[in-house]
């Protein structure tokens, strides 16, 4: 598996030769690719996806060999090659440069018998729905100061985005980009424009703000599960939006001034209003009477404000009474800035912070009043907002939310979205013709959260590091200076202070919360191959996490639990690589990484999105691999493997001198009746495994042999990637073909199931011929934790699921952490001991080590 994160690139003069002959036969393939599509160009519909006919000559230039040189095809890397670029966006705005920018996924599919033999027996296609495929990649988000703007055009060089994509790891000189053309938007694109061609030899090519940023949040909308939120009072509650109830809505875009945009579908939309009191008023008032020197330390003093000793309250008006006719508390705004007026005051006898608060809850009300005005005329229910006014900045959210909220009498939400700040550079990565991204459904994306760049006053800034090296030694830096996260902002206590007629916002404090500085916009995987199970009874109510992070004191003692455990798996991390000095560096920055991500949860829980157990294990497994650890307990399940296939043979013939299986109930009626009454086997049954060792070895195999032996078909379900000490489905074949040494129902099954072949096993039983030959097949379950979200599970399991009438989850993380509540549409089996004291208490009323069989039969 470590060689899926390695990169080895040859390219020396030893092997030149072999380069050209492979170039020879790639311009060849080329040529006649470039012929075929052209002729396909014509006879294609109008609105159909075409290439372009000015394309320039393949440059082979500085190309090199990657991956293995005595493949039979090996991959050839083309650095210099800058046709069909499609994978860089910018939105250049006055404050801020937003890139999106798509890497393509390393294609390491193995074909192998097991994978054909799945393919002919579940019918898997090969191709897809598309006239053209959908490449697996990554989406990637990145902000830069417009300031800094020769920092964004380094970064943009030193990935070569402009040019392929392809890491520098070749002199840029002589480089030809001719013809290469970069989509933008923004004021910027027409700004820079000449720069971007002197730098970085590009051409910008300018898309339409509005357009932008309603194909953005279409797609963000459309493919993103938790991407809306409501934020009221300091909570962030994420919203659901059903994907085909989506339109219409209103667009609210905040930037220096306000556009409303009414958006009736993909590339409908019109912009039905607007007011010129936007960001640029809130930023230009506010430099004029703070003296501040920048958006976010103005947005800082907001934060220690207090609007009352400015602002002429309800209260003020009436000595301190409600005008309770009209429903007005005595602490609503009457006035902003009123009090101004009748004070003996000058400019400099008011504190910074009262003012700045008292004009970002002025520009703030109004816009949410306007907004609502604006729904309810052309009788919208949903209201989006974004804009870099908004930045993710928590207590400018909640004053949106109130005043919609007011104005509207709680029939409206003000909602927002976590990449709202990319909504335009998207928007223009969307609108090349061939972005792979047409139709991409939710449950292709999965957003991970890798470590950025250096720290500063416990945020993580910057983009992503992708050099290991490089993340190791910022990490060591990091130890070395003692910088500390910072500890969670203080949470003001309830009670009304004059400011618009409710509570402090939970969200205010001693420190700014900011979502534009910190990391919580992940990189979005795009998997085609990812599916939803198609078993479950209602995959639109299905909740994968059994138990509630919502709840502070449940998220504090999971977060203790997996810090406490840390030390622990680091160890084993780093002896699963030999413990050398590399691992332990390496061991220490993941512990380092591991740490932060805990305490920016602990911070603020919903930072990365709506948070389950799941998100947390899945977060953990996603880390240890960022630091090269693929697989931290391989040598103690390839020991507890050895120790249980020992013991298999005996277990297998006491066993088979039982009369029966487990005596539980309603399982044990359905799989063998009452009476007289024999029902019939299962056509096929999923089994989800868990651990290595006993767990598979003792357990699931011999409940899979019995099944067999019933004649039911079997397919062990295993995960994609390690996890802890779970089983993968790539170790199965070998596990199973050990099993099979000494039983033939397992041999003929997995011989049937393409999991084996002659020189696997050593056969000495003489019966072979009269036993059943229903198949025993393995399937990847498309993920890497130990729990698992039946809302993206790999297309070879979602296909072996249609044709499944028996279900059996094993394990905590899949039977109880995940799933424990999931319904299906067949007969469902959840198996797990329970090995932790909280979970027996509180959700299954046991004690430890309970053991859980939980039987559904399908409805």
């Known amino acids: 598996m470590s060689d899926l994160l390695k990169n080895p690139v040859l390219g020396n003069d030893d092997i030149k030769s072999e380069i050209d002959g492979k170039l020879q036969q790639e311009e060849i393939k080329f040529e006649g690719t470039s012929k075929a599509e052209e002729r396909e160009k014509e006879m294609a519909p109008p609105n159909s996806i075409h290439r372009s006919g000015s394309r320039p000559q393949l440059d082979v230039s500085g190309a090199a060999i990657q991956g293995n040189f005595e493949e039979k095809d090996p991959t050839i890397l083309l650095p210099n090659q800058s046709d069909d670029i499609s994978h860089l966006a910018l939105d250049i705005g006055g404050s801020l440069i937003k890139l999106v920018y798509f890497s393509r996924h390393e294609d390491k599919s193995v074909e192998d018998k097991r994978k054909r033999s799945l393919k002919q027996r579940f019918g898997i296609p090969n191709g897809n729905r598309r006239s053209y495929p959908i490449l697996g990649g990554?989406?990637?988000?990145?902000?830069?100061?417009?300031?800094?703007?020769?920092?964004?055009?380094?970064?943009?060089?030193?990935?070569?985005?402009?040019c392929g994509g392809m890491v520098a790891r070749w002199p840029s000189d002589g480089m030809t980009n001719e013809n290469v053309v970069v989509k933008a938007t923004g004021g910027g694109a027409f700004k820079y424009t000449d720069l971007f061609k002197e730098r970085l030899g590009v051409s910008l090519d300018k898309e339409d703000e509005m357009d932008c940023l309603v194909s953005g949040a279409n797609f963000l909308l459309k493919a993103i599960r938790h991407e809306a939120f409501t934020h009221m009072e300091g909570q962030k509650e994420f919203v659901q939006i059903d994907q085909n109830d989506l339109f219409p809505y209103l667009l609210v875009n905040i930037g220096s001034g306000v556009s409303m945009i009414k958006v009736d579908g993909d590339g409908e939309f019109q912009r039905v209003s607007g007011t010129n009191v936007g960001g640029g008023t809130y930023w230009g008032l506010g430099k004029l009477l703070t003296k501040c020197k920048s958006f976010d330390d103005l947005l800082e003093l907001s934060q220690r404000g207090d609007n009352s000793t400015i602002d002429m309250l309800v209260g003020d008006i009436y000595g301190g009474m409600d005008y309770s006719k009209i429903g007005l508390s005595a602490s609503t705004i009457a006035s902003s800035f009123g009090k101004a007026i009748s004070e003996n005051k000058e400019l400099e006898d008011y504190r910074p912070e009262d003012i700045s608060l008292s004009l970002l809850r002025m520009i703030s009300y109004n816009i949410g009043q306007i907004a609502y005005l604006n729904a309810l005329r052309f009788g919208l229910k949903r209201i989006f907002f974004g804009g870099f006014f908004i930045r993710g900045h928590a207590y400018t959210m909640d004053t949106i939310s109130f005043a919609v909220d007011f104005w509207s009498k709680g029939g409206a939400k003000a909602m927002f979205l976590r990449h709202e700040g990319f909504l335009g550079a998207l928007g223009a990565?969307?609108?090349?013709?061939?972005?792979?991204?047409?139709?991409?459904?939710?449950?292709?994306?999965?957003?991970?959260?890798?470590?950025?760049?250096?720290?500063?006053?416990?945020?993580?800034h910057g983009p992503p590091l992708g050099d290991l090296n490089e993340k190791i030694s910022w990490m060591e830096k990091f130890v070395q200076k003692g910088t500390e996260i910072i500890a969670p902002v203080p949470m003001s206590p309830p009670g009304t202070t004059g400011l618009g007629g409710f509570e402090v916002p939970l969200s205010r404090g001693d420190t700014l919360r900011s979502d534009a500085s910190s990391l919580n916009v992940g990189v979005l995987h795009l998997v085609p191959t990812l599916d939803v199970f198609p078993l479950l009874a209602d995959s639109k109510m299905y909740e994968p996490n059994t138990i509630d992070l919502s709840d502070h004191g449940e998220l504090e003692y999971w977060l203790t639990v997996l810090s406490e455990h840390l030390p622990d798996l680091v160890d084993k991390a780093v002896a699963s690589e030999g413990g050398t000095d590399d691992a332990k560096r390496r061991g220490d920055a993941f512990a380092r990484a591991f740490s932060a991500h805990l305490a920016r949860l602990m911070e603020e829980p919903a930072a990365y999105g709506k948070l389950g157990l799941a998100n947390l294990l899945e977060l953990r497994e996603e880390c240890l691999r960022e630091f090269q650890f693929t697989d931290a307990y391989r040598s103690i399940k390839q020991r507890e493997n050895e120790a249980s296939l020992a013991v298999l043979p005996d277990l297998l013939m006491e066993l088979d001198g039982m009369s029966e299986v487990d005596d539980f109930d309603?399982?044990?009626?359905?799989?063998?009746?009452?009476?007289?009454?024999?029902?019939?086997?299962?056509?096929?049954?999923?089994?989800?495994?868990?651990?290595?060792?006993?767990?598979?070895v003792l357990g699931m195999l011999p409940l899979a042999r019995e099944l067999l032996r019933r004649g039911t078909e079997v397919v062990l379900v295993g995960n994609s990637l390690p996890a802890l000490n779970d089983v993968t489905a790539m170790e199965l074949p070998d596990i199973v073909a050990e099993a099979a040494k000494n039983c033939d129902i397992l041999r003929r099954a997995a011989e049937a199931g393409g999991l084996l072949v002659d020189a696997m096993i050593n056969i000495q039983d003489s019966s072979k011929d009269e036993l059943p030959s229903v198949p025993l097949m393995v399937v990847e379950n498309g993920c890497g934790s130990p729990c698992i979200d039946l809302r993206q599970v790999s297309s070879e399991l979602a296909a072996a699921a249609k044709g499944a009438d028996l279900i059996i989850l094993e394990g905590m993380g899949r039977a109880i952490h995940t799933n424990f509540n999931a319904r299906f549409k067949c007969d469902a089996l959840k198996l797990a001991m329970v090995k932790n004291q909280r979970l027996a208490e509180k959700l299954l009323k046991g004690n430890i080590y309970d053991c859980v069989c939980r039987f559904e039969p399908a409805n």
């Open 138 to 162: 990554r989406l990637h988000f990145v902000k830069f100061e417009t300031a800094k703007i020769n920092e964004c055009l380094d970064f943009i060089r030193s990935k070569q985005l402009h």
């Open 429 to 460: 990565f969307m609108s090349y013709e061939k972005h792979g991204l047409d139709d991409v459904m939710v449950h292709q994306l999965v957003e991970r959260f890798p470590m950025g760049a250096p720290y500063v006053g416990g945020k993580i």
């Open 666 to 696: 309603v399982f044990k009626e359905r799989m063998l009746g009452s009476g007289n009454t024999k029902p019939p086997p299962h056509k096929r049954a999923l089994l989800f495994v868990d651990n290595s060792g006993a767990d598979i």
